[in-house]
Nanobody
Framework: QVQLVESGGRLVQPGGSLRLSCATSGIIFSIYNMGWYRQAPGKQRELVAVLRRGDIRNYADFVKGRFTISRDNAENTVFLQMNSLKPEDTAVYYC??????????????WGQGTQVTVSS
């Protein structure tokens, strides 16, 4: 059974920092591209950051220079370090694991989300 379990979300003041974690099980973690998405109330889910095989990182423009995605293949965990947080970063943050199998079918899994609230 595949599980992605996020943690680390909480209430934080503007300008503060948080580190989100996503612990995975049931997948061969090292062969998946790992990403973080977020969804604010009334908005669509959007990509925040993705870490692809080969250590290639891509970030949404609105987090460049503030957020960093990393992974620990030994611990099957992906992280999102968030600095200089803004109220507009308030959202539920979701972990995503994605890969294309040899037959080109998409294998994709999501966590249940963790709430990040940035407010004074």
């Amino acid at each position: 059974q595949v599980q992605l379990v996020e943690s680390g979300g909480r209430l934080v003041q503007p300008g503060g920092s948080l580190r989100l974690s996503c612990a995975t099980s049931g997948i061969i973690f090292s062969i998946y591209n790992m990403g973080w998405y977020r969804q604010a109330p009334g908005k669509q889910r959007e990509l925040v950051a993705v870490l692809r095989r080969g250590d290639i990182r891509n970030y949404a423009d609105f987090v460049k220079g503030r957020f960093t995605i990393s992974r620990d293949n030994a611990e099957n965990t992906v992280f999102l370090q968030m600095n200089s947080l803004k109220p507009e970063d308030t959202a539920v943050y979701y972990c995503n694991a994605r890969r294309y199998a040899l037959d080109r079918s998409l294998e994709e899994y999501w966590g249940q989300g963790t709430q990040v609230t940035v407010s004074s």
